[in-house]
């Protein structure tokens, strides 16, 4: 376990009494300390992207997700450390298996006409998890619905398991990851990425999981058609995701959460017209949205970037501090949001 080191930062005063709002209503942060360490690791996260020789080359400890506000005033402050159940790597690439439901798997339709109206700004930033959870309900729901809690409690457990056999080798980023806050990155897992209550979070916003009742949930038709077309994507680092995948993923995304197209749209915009530093697209969104709180523009950005990189929109590396475009994967968003504008204008 790594060792802390007090260290006292000065914060404008705006700024604490709005982390101190987040804090209180927040599930995953107990403390100032929590919550500024997973700021700071993201921004890390981002910078050490560049890869320029300051990089440690690790992301121990790193946050899973931009800190954002929550709903639960649950707390944990004395967090035991979690021993994880030691499994081989062959058993967690079994886990990791983003795998097609079986055809008699029991779905539920959704309405074309349901989009997510919002993007998911700041709340989410990767995608790779939310689909595995899918595909972990796909196989949970094989005979029928699942209770909801039952489900998230075993989505949990397997996170930890794939997370900790892999981490060496795949891009864990939003799998809960840190023993000694247990409870608290099992919590910024379920919100951020997953859902903490049926209709909440990414799992059922992307059109993906569905209510079978009140307390129970199922695949979407859409959700278990996708992940068929997403059979076999992975986390490896150094693996670029298919086109093939790339276009199934943002097609899905145009029917369900359009919003979160345009928002990817927004940030490659405003790195392609030269605003491509991270300080130049907080910037340019800042200025796009003037109405939004101090950090939120920086917490957004570096959302829907690193979103836009799991996706091959935006490449892995920075070159001179600067974010650059990936030209097929970029071409391929706009293909997919002139396909999606059109068909709303012949309906």
Known sequence: MNE????????????????????TKSTAYASRQEFVTDAVANLLTDLLSSGDEYSSGTNEGMASAPPSRMTSPVHQVEDPVLEVPRISRDE?????AIREPGSSVPTIGVEAHRTNSQPTWGLHNRDWPTIWAASVLGEYTAHGPVEY?????????????MASALSEHWDISGLPNNRSKALASEARFI???VGSQIGSGPLFSFGLAGAADSSSVALTESGAALLRRLSGLTREKGVVVSSSHRMAFLRHL?????????????????????????????????????DWPGGT???????????????????????????????????????????????????
């Not at 967690?92 to 990791?96: C, F, G, K, M, R």
């Not at 809690?149 to 398991?161: G, I, P, R, T």
């Not at 590396?317 to 994967?329: L, P, S």
Request: charged letters at 20%; hydrophobic letters at 50%; zero cysteines.
């Open 191 to 193: 919100e951020f990425f």
């Open 254 to 290: 145009a029917r369900f959460a359009p919003a979160d197209l345009n928002a990817m749209q927004e940030v490659v915009l405003h790195i392609s017209a030269g605003e491509s530093t991270r300080l130049e697209l907080i910037a340019a969104i800042e200025r796009a949205h003037p």
């Open 149 to 161: 809690d039952h489900f998230k409690v075993e989505l949990v457990n397997a996170a930890w398991k």
């Open 92 to 96: 967690a690439l079994a886990i990791a």
């Open 4 to 23: 802390g080191r007090l260290v006292k930062v000065s914060l404008p005063s705006k700024m604490v009494t709005e982390m101190d709002a987040y804090i």
């Open 297 to 347: 523009a920086a917490t957004n950005a570096a959302g829907y970037v690193a979103r836009a990189r799991e996706w091959g929109i935006l490449s892995e590396k920075q070159v001179n501090h600067q974010y650059v475009i990936a030209e097929d994967g970029a071409a391929e968003l706009g293909s997919v949001l002139a396909s999606s504008a059109e068909a709303v204008k012949a309906s």
